[in-house]
Structure formats: structure tokens, C-alpha cells
């Protein structure tokens, strides 16, 4: 019922910035931020997925030790829009990107319930 759509991944150079939008809309009733605990989750080549921010859904962000400083989360509520902000991108930060939601709690920490089909991030030394 949840549909998550991923865009802005893209090549870049080591050091630059990408941001990563996803866009949540549902199929028989109107999709509401506030209803949900929303993430990022990554998967590199040869790794396990890995968690990279998430936001409740009262709008308290979290993120992993690995990007902290590096990544910002933020939503548009009006749009139903989930953002990552990512700086300093270096070629350990090369992995497919998810974006992922779940009703009100995140049982398991970062939302699992419904996934969108990711965005590649790529960076060049």
C-alpha cells in the first residue's frame, strides 16, 4: 500500500555532495509523515546493508557512527518528500541506497516495513 520512490544517487567526485530525495505516497489512503519512523539503509558491494540515518515520526533524527557528521535527514511534510543530505563522500560511502518506512515505531530500530528500489551512489577517487 506504501509506495517509496528514490532519485538523486548519481557519480561524483571524492569530496563532493549528493542529496538523495524519496517521495512516499499510499494507494488507498493519503500517506502521513507523521505515521511513520523513515530511513536511509545502504548496501555496498560484498556487505551487509547497513543503516545511515533515520527520522522518527515526530521528526527526531538518528544517525549511524559511520556518516554522523557527514549526512543530514530531513522531511518535507507537505510533500511527503525524505531527504538525505551526504557531504565529504569518499569511495567507502559507494553503495546502493534505500529508502525505507515503517508504522509509527521502528521495532527493530530503522524501518523495515516497506522499501523503495533504491538510488546508486557512486564516488571517484
Known amino acids: 500500500q506504501v509506495q517509496l520512490v528514490e532519485s538523486g544517487g548519481g557519480s561524483v567526485q571524492a569530496g563532493g555532495s549528493l542529496r538523495l530525495s524519496c517521495k512516499a505516497s499510499?494507494?488507498?489512503?493519503?500517506?502521513?509523515?507523521?505515521?511513520?519512523?523513515m530511513g536511509w539503509i545502504r548496501q555496498a558491494p560484498g556487505k551487509e546493508r547497513e543503516g545511515v540515518a533515520m527520522?522518527?515520526?515526530?521528526?527526531?533524527?538518528k544517525y549511524a557512527d559511520s556518516v554522523k557528521g557527514r549526512v543530514t535527514i530531513s522531511r518535507d511534510e507537505s510533500s511527503n518528500s525524505l531527504y538525505l543530505q551526504m557531504t565529504s563522500l569518499e569511495p567507502e560511502d559507494i553503495a546502493m541506497y534505500y529508502c525505507?518506512?515503517?508504522?509509527?515505531?521502528?521495532?527493530?530500530?530503522?524501518?523495515?516495513?516497506?522499501w523503495g528500489q533504491g538510488t546508486r551512489v557512486t564516488v571517484s577517487p
Open positions: 527520522i522518527t515520526s515526530i521528526g527526531t533524527p
Open positions: 499510499a494507494s488507498t489512503f493519503i500517506f502521513k509523515m507523521d505515521n511513520y519512523c
Open positions: 525505507a518506512a515503517e508504522w509509527n515505531h521502528c521495532s527493530a530500530g530503522y524501518p523495515s516495513r516497506y
